[in-house]
């Protein structure tokens, strides 16, 4: 018995000896498995916290399922610097390479968009497009203190060069593009030396064509080799949320939310109690406020558009015979063009928006203002002056030697009058002392 096992236990121990090898082998040089994975996205707007949002995720997603590159459509006129600093931050830190390619033709990747550009592991511009003007702005729209904006560029700058030259890239023209405004078309930053951007190409799947095989350098200085022929190519979406968001983070539709955000509001304050328009002025407002905190708001717009609806709030209380109305029309529509203040006509609100937008509440605002002074003018119904003017009956004889009786609204009041009136007369009112009505024949 115990030989026997002895024979067990050296017949396995020879086995795992000729096994070993082959399993370090397998190990070493793993089967092929299904086709690489590469996620492509899309951003084609405002770089804002939203936009961010949507990049981070993607790229944490692509980390987590060990993607062989994340692709990202740009299109966009720019952004916020706080926004397109956490993007380039996990870009650099992501385990998974990051392209970023600017189409389709006639695309850009303005401002902020140039910096993502120069970021990423790989970048590509499709024929027709540019990149560039990347000098940085006031958030506020206000104009920028001499000193405060030579301190903004130098240190967008020095952010742009230090990206460029750890991706190997033109670091005099990615400092130009911020301190002088410059901008690149496709052959110009692809043929400039070093160039700006790595690829030219029509579309993601010539992107792709273009990038297999090729050694990436990444930016901790490892290397990495992109094997991208026959991929498969996942699109991740923005969520529902982020799709939301971000459509209300457009200057034409924070516009419009504002404006009907305060239009709520007073209706809610001219009629107490309707709740329905409080609640969606409040709602609106509240949307208004997130849009704004990420789009070049210049606060003198806006009060200029407060100013404009206090105007027309103030007509129904004050006789001005129009004058407040026609100043609160001309202050909605110098505060509105102001609101936004950009160059890029993306980050404005289109005059196509202002003007319907203001002459509409023009119209509301007159229309409430008519139904109001309507109300003023109508005789009391309630209270001792609703009785002036109403007739009624004679209940007991009465003149001007003594008070008597009379039936008004169906009620009895003591009532006396300058001349005699008979029982059963008609009377009308033509005073109210307390409980005593004064009345006369009719």
Request: aromatic share 4%; with cysteine; hydrophobic share 50%.
């Amino acid at each position: 018995m115990r030989s026997r096992l002895r024979g067990t236990l050296a017949l396995s121990l020879a086995l795992a000896c000729g096994l070993a090898p082959a399993t370090a082998s397998l190990w070493e040089n793993p089967a092929p498995s299904q086709a690489p994975l590469i996620y492509s996205g899309e951003v084609d707007g405002i770089i804002h916290p939203v936009s961010a949002e949507y990049m981070i995720e993607t790229m944490d997603r692509a980390d987590r399922d060990g993607a062989a590159l994340v692709v990202f459509t740009l299109r966009t006129p720019g952004g916020l610097v706080d926004s397109t600093r956490s993007i380039v931050s996990r870009m650099l830190a992501a385990r998974t390479p990051v392209a970023v390619f600017i189409g389709p033709a006639g695309a850009r990747a303005a401002s902020a968009g140039f910096l993502l550009t120069i970021a990423a592991d790989v970048n590509a511009m499709a024929p027709g497009t540019h990149i560039g003007a990347a000098h940085p702005v006031s958030g506020g729209g206000e104009r920028m203190d001499p000193v405060v904006s030579k301190k903004a560029t130098e240190d967008v700058a020095a952010y742009a060069r230090t990206l460029a030259s750890h991706r190997h890239r033109n670091e005099a023209l990615a400092a130009e593009a911020v301190t002088e405004s410059r901008a690149f078309t496709e052959r110009e930053a692809l043929t400039a030396s070093p160039p700006l951007v790595d690829v030219e190409a029509r579309d993601i799947a010539d992107l792709l064509a273009q990038l297999n095989g090729r050694t990436l350098a990444r930016f901790d200085g490892s290397t990495v080799v992109l094997h991208t022929a026959g991929a498969r190519v996942v699109t991740i979406p923005m969520t529902l949320r982020q799709r939301v968001l971000g459509a209300v983070a457009h200057p034409n539709v924070a516009y419009l939310l504002l404006s009907l955000g305060t239009l709520g509001l007073t209706i809610e304050l001219w009629s107490p109690g309707a709740v329905l328009p409080g609640v969606i002025g409040g709602l609106c407002l509240l949307l208004a406020f997130f849009a704004l905190q990420v789009l070049p708001v210049n606060y003198a717009g806006l009060l200029l558009i407060l100013f404009g609806l206090a105007l027309f709030a103030l007509e129904i209380k004050v006789t001005s015979y129009g004058l407040l109305t026609i100043g609160g029309l001309g202050s909605l529509i110098f505060g509105s063009m102001m609101l936004m203040n950009a160059s890029a006509p993306e980050l404005r609100v289109s005059l196509s928006v202002v003007l319907p937008v203001v002459l509409g509440f023009t119209a509301i605002g007159m229309f409430l203002i008519r139904l109001a002074l309507a109300a003023r003018r109508q005789p009391p119904v309630t209270g001792a002056e609703s009785m002036v003017g109403e007739s009624g009956l004679a209940s007991t004889p009465l003149g001007p030697d003594g008070p008597g009786r009379v039936l008004v609204h169906g009620e009895v009041w003591q009532a006396t009058s300058d001349q005699p009136i008979s029982e059963g007369e008609r009377v009308h009112v033509t005073h109210v002392d307390g409980l005593m009505l004064t009345v006369q024949r009719n």
